[in-house]
């Protein structure tokens, strides 16, 4: 589904992906861990296609495709979703407008019409109750005045809705509470599927209890250092991200 | 009224000023230039009393001593006021007895302008004024409304079959002296509408009037009265168009609006008049003076305006709030792209005790553009326990436009509480890159964000003009991110 292979990326002359190597196939579940700094967050912007970053690489393939030569909307449409870690508010746009915007581009892509008024309110019923989000934050602005956890809720409700072939989760469990970090891996939970990829980034091991991954990466310095199972989680949980640093041979 | 993103999405596809079109009907012009003459020959068209030419000729000798207003934000060649046509008037040969008997070129642009008037009829039943060049060319749903009393008809119509109320009304809110451009239209004004509701009478349809400059070289000048009587309401819309032309176009009209007794008027516009080309080549000047008088204790009136248009807008819709615990609003919408100026807001005069104003206005400035917010908040002596809240905020796109907010306020009562928000954002890349990871490009994101902020105004417009506002908005914008 994706390949990457030595994908680099820098932002104002400072590099920061020196080289990532990649191979998500359908069905999987990777977790990609890592210090602060370490180039995470990049990684995800780079795959959806933020353009303040400069970025190479020998081949980025998703799907049969050039990611890189593809707009970020394209991608988008596509099928590949990226669940914000800092979600924007736009104020006076309303949720479900914005969502029958995208899904409608999504459609159009597709060589299909827009999708009815009364499949359009039963998908969104019936992604709200999997999700569990309040009907009313479906009415409102996007985001706008949503809590930290309802904002996070809200990224897995419109990922429920995207019906994307990968989902990329940037730090989703930052700043949620573990009420709310239940509530949004049962949602990713609820996705999986034979045909869909996630690709899960976090600084902790405590969202991989609950969104068990197949692969877990270790990115360090721009690099991915180390590729394990799920049990390398619970290793660097027991002893940091220094063990990691001694291993590879790199010493603060 | 069915209105799909997907139309939208096509309309914006091929969309620039669409209504650029000139129609080649006859018409019937005055030579140029400006001077009592001129002044006796409009009057004498229009067949009208002598108190009405009088009142023409002391406009124009006050005019004649005034000097055009500077202190705006805007900037301009002085305009030569003598090489401009005062009077045009598409010549029809006889008088139209029914809908199929109009002129085709004529219907064929009313159908340009979206307002084929028997779809109009058929559907939205909205009663429609249509002003082209200086005369008004149609009027429908006269007698359905006559039979509940309300009088809506041209200003034309209305000095000759309700001179009485014509007289007693006109020049009342807006003073010939008010201003140059109030001045101008007093003396040389040719057309518009007139409406008068009965006592207690709700009008049961929006009122509409659509003002089309299609000549070149011609100044238009309309005058629109509304008199709302005791315990009355009505709705009340405008639009304007104008085709592309290289030369500016002048435009100076005067909507007087007055309110008794707990009447209300609302009174919306989307000015869509032609705004010059990307270079900031032609456009119209729209100068104009628009006011509203609470007369009566506890009426109120409320200014809706959706402004993309025109190369200069000067325009300050303003409220008299005379009666006891009258209310006056106004909420705007102004955009501004390429190289428009506008200089726009309101005025809300507390008079009266217990009076309540309530400013919200929105300014979107793209492209070389320059946006600005005026409004004074006045509350004389005797208006104890006045109240008013004003936002302003302003929205940027890019990085060469400017936004301006002059805000005055003057409470002569202690009692008074005014409030004043304002804010100044730009669109953020943030908020676009957002869009786009979910699919949407970038038109329709900026368009979903602009529609976003100005919510709070398009809510106040009837259904069938908010769809007209969004669909604007977008296409005044289109290019100007990225």
Redesign the interface.
Known sequence: MLTIKNLKASIEGNQILKGINLEVKPGEVHAIMGPNGSGKSTLASVLAGRDEYEAIADEVTFLGQDLMELAPEERSREGLFLAFQYPVEIPGVSNINFLKAAINAKRHHQGLEDISAKDFIAMVKEKQAMVELKSNLANRSVNEGFSGGEKKRNEIFQMAMLEPKLGILDETDSGLDIDALKIVSNGVNKLKGPDRAFVVITHYQRLLDYIVPDFVHVLFEGRIVKSGGKELALELEEKGYDWIKEEIGVHN | MAY???EL?EELKNKKYEFGFVSNFDSDKAPKGLNEDIIRLISSKKNEPEWLLKYRLDAFRVWESMTEPEWAHLHHPPIDFQDLHYYSAPKTKKRLNSLDELDPELKSMYDKLGISTEEQKRLTGVAIDVVVDSVSVETSFKEKLGELGIIFCSFSEAVQEHPELVRKYLGTVVPTNDNFYAALNSAVFTDGSFCYIPPGTRCPMELSTYFRINDAQTGQFERTLVIADKGSYVSYLEGCTAPMRDENQLHAAIVELITMDDAEIKYSTIQNWYPGNEEGKGGIYNFVTKRGLCEGRNSKISWTQVETGSAITWKYPSCILKGDGSVGEFYSVAVTNNYQQADTGTKMIHIGKNTKSMIISKGISAGKSNNSYRGLVKVLPKAHNARNFSQCDSLLLGSECGAHTFPYIEAQNSSAKIEHEATTSKI?E??I??????????E?AVS??V??????VLNKLPMEFAIEAQKLLSISLEGSVG
Request: hydrophobic residues 30%.
């Open positions: 799909t993103e997907a999405a953020g943030d908020q890159f957002y869009c786009l990871q979910r699919g949407i490009d970038e329709k979903l964000i529609n976003g902020y100005a919510k709070e």
